[in-house]
């Protein structure tokens, strides 16, 4: 049996150290030989890359150049080819693919079109309705079907004025118009070429002229008090911006084959894609959205539920089962108890579901730059904003409540400032761009109430057991009754618990072999 096993971004894992992991190891296992064979697909298609950059930016090829492999982005869902633009005065842009194996492409196909479609579609309706919030620029899109889209501003003269023509005549005869993404042919001799089963996006590199990764300076700059005004400034700026705009459904904005944007999709977050690549079935259409908050919850509930009943490893023995269930039972009884009934069917507000350091770029006094990774953001119930969860550093289900607040505090009072300064400087004119409502006291109730750690319990498959148990259940429940309810509330999650208890028990076993022997195998 070797040593270690390989996983991504260079990471190794001992066979003691794979028996103890929460997460499907067995599945995780076969990430990186299919990261070897499409990264070595794409390689084999830099002329392509850099046919398609000229074709969005309507430049000669000889203008860009692909970087090598060395020079890749490569994250958790995305790999990022850098190509320089040398009439640019060697600017550089992207070329963003999605990465099959990680966002359940095998599972559910269609998956990368989704996540492009939504990523444009963000991009697309921030443009226009939020250009104070700092993003990078999109310069075009592809699907696998071959359907191809650019900025309109970068069309070649003519068929750039014919499309402002047509903009212009459909807002005078009333009808909707599209988006600046513009359906945008590829020539005969560009082809997408199958390119691992997703398209791409083109987007703007962020120099380092431009901000750096928070990430990067976080750990050294989160105890200083000014840098941190700064951060909580401009995003409290960001998050008031975003959410004076009260949206009709909960879903994500996508762009269609004609080029309109549609809140059309279902709410596209994280969570949902990780489950569906490890085969974990979340039954969410992908054209379905929500028009109540508690429809909404508990679909979201029901996917913590499939993760437990299709993950193999999802638990380790009949403790762990009991801890599990009875938080899953109490979180389907008690979510009525942390949602506002006014706020049952709206406002809905566009949220960035994946807002972490890395994804956040800053100048050296923290003010924020740019945000960028965008496929997960979707319109929400206004009770799900929140403030980041990584403000004190520690991991989603390892917040301590005294510690946590002391910065939450902080940072309320900043977006208390700021939204302050926003009323008094609307005029009446404006007045339907202020929402009816206090954003900062929607946070603080959501907060007072504990429907901050619902929500974030909800966001987290991990997670929500250690939040329940730590944050929710004490709620209702004191702690000396935690026997007791560990043992009554699992036979409230379904019936035949005895059934399911028994499956569980032998998709582990099964699990714990085929981990077993992949270690063996290789």
């Given at each position: 049996m070797p040593q270690t096993l390989p996983l991504l971004r260079g990471k190794e894992l001992t066979y003691s150290a794979a028996r103890e992991e929460e997460v499907n190891?067995?599945?995780?296992?076969?990430?990186?030989?299919?990261?070897?064979?499409?990264?070595?697909?794409?390689?084999?298609?830099?002329?392509?890359?850099?046919?398609?950059?000229?074709?969005?930016?309507?430049?000669?090829?000889?203008?860009?150049?692909?970087?090598?492999?060395?020079?890749?982005?490569?994250?958790?869902?995305?790999?990022?080819?850098?190509?320089?633009?040398?009439?640019?005065?060697?600017?550089?842009?992207?070329?963003?693919?999605?990465?099959?194996?990680?966002?359940?492409?095998?599972?559910?196909?269609?998956?990368?079109?989704?996540?492009?479609?939504?990523?444009?579609?963000?991009?697309?309706?921030?443009?226009?309705?939020?250009?104070?919030?700092?993003?990078?620029?999109?310069?075009?899109?592809?699907?696998?079907?071959g359907e191809t889209f650019s900025r309109l501003e970068n069309f070649p003269i003519v068929p750039r004025y014919l499309q402002i023509f047509r903009r212009h005549a459909l807002s005078l005869l009333g009808y909707p118009i599209p988006s600046n993404y513009v359906r945008h042919p590829v020539p005969n001799h560009i082809t997408l070429d199958g390119i691992g089963s997703t398209g791409y996006l083109l987007i703007e590199f962020i120099e380092e002229a431009q901000g750096t990764m928070l990430s990067d300076t976080w750990t050294d700059g989160k105890d200083d008090v000014k840098l941190r005004g700064n951060l909580f400034r401009s995003l409290s700026r960001i998050l008031l911006s975003m959410s004076r705009i009260s949206l009709p459904r909960i879903g994500s904005?996508?762009?269609?084959?004609?080029?309109?944007?549609?809140?059309?999709?279902?709410?596209?977050?994280?969570?949902?894609?990780?489950?569906?690549?490890?085969?974990?079935?979340?039954?969410?259409?992908?054209?379905?959205?929500?028009?109540?908050?508690?429809?909404?919850?508990?679909?979201?509930?029901?996917?913590?539920?499939?993760?437990?009943?299709?993950?193999?490893?999802?638990?380790?023995?009949?403790?762990?089962?009991?801890?599990q269930l009875s938080a899953l039972s109490a979180m389907r009884t008690v979510f009525t108890s942390f949602f506002h009934r006014d706020f049952r069917r709206g406002p809905f507000s566009f949220t960035l579901t994946d807002l972490h350091q890395s994804n956040i770029f800053v100048d050296a006094q923290w003010n924020i730059t740019c945000l960028v990774d965008l496929e997960w953001a979707c319109s929400r119930p206004i009770e799900m904003l929140r403030p980041p969860y990584w403000l004190t550093n520690k991991g989603v289900d390892q917040l301590v409540w005294a510690e946590y607040n002391s910065i939450r505090m902080e940072f309320m009072e900043i977006l208390a400032g700021e939204e302050t300064k926003i009323r008094a400087s609307t005029r009446p004119v404006d007045s339907r761009n202020v929402l009816p409502y206090s954003l900062t006291e929607v946070m603080n109730r959501t907060w007072a109430t504990g429907t901050f750690w619902y929500t974030l319990a909800l966001s987290s498959p991990s997670g929500l057991f250690s939040i329940f148990h730590k944050q929710i259940r004490p709620l209702f429940c004191p702690e000396i009754y935690g026997q007791e309810f560990n043992l009554i509330m699992p036979f409230f999650w379904e019936k035949d618990i005895g059934n399911i208890v028994r499956l569980k028990t032998s998709h582990k076993k099964k699990y714990d072999e085929d981990l077993r022997r992949a270690f063996e195998d290789s």
């Open positions: 190891i067995v599945h995780q296992l076969g990430y990186h030989a299919k990261q070897i064979r499409f990264f070595a697909y794409l390689r084999d298609r830099r002329d392509w890359m850099r046919a398609i950059v000229s074709h969005h930016l309507c430049l000669p090829s000889v203008a860009c150049q692909v970087a090598t492999e060395e020079n890749w982005l490569h994250g958790s869902y995305n790999v990022c080819v850098p190509v320089t633009i040398s009439c640019w005065n060697k600017k550089r842009v992207l070329i963003r693919f999605p990465l099959p194996y990680r966002i359940g492409e095998a599972f559910r196909p269609g998956n990368g079109d989704e996540k492009i479609r939504c990523e444009a579609g963000t991009y697309a309706w921030l443009q226009e309705n939020c250009p104070d919030v700092p993003i990078p620029k999109l310069y075009g899109f592809a699907l696998s079907t904005f996508a762009i269609d084959n004609s080029g309109f944007l549609h809140l059309a999709n279902r709410p596209l977050s994280i969570e949902i894609q990780e489950l569906e690549n490890e085969n974990i079935p979340t039954d969410i259409p992908r054209d379905y959205t929500y028009s109540t908050a508690d429809s909404y919850i508990i679909d979201l509930l029901s996917i913590h539920d499939s993760r437990l009943k299709h993950q193999p490893n999802a638990l380790k023995d009949l403790g762990d089962f009991a801890y």
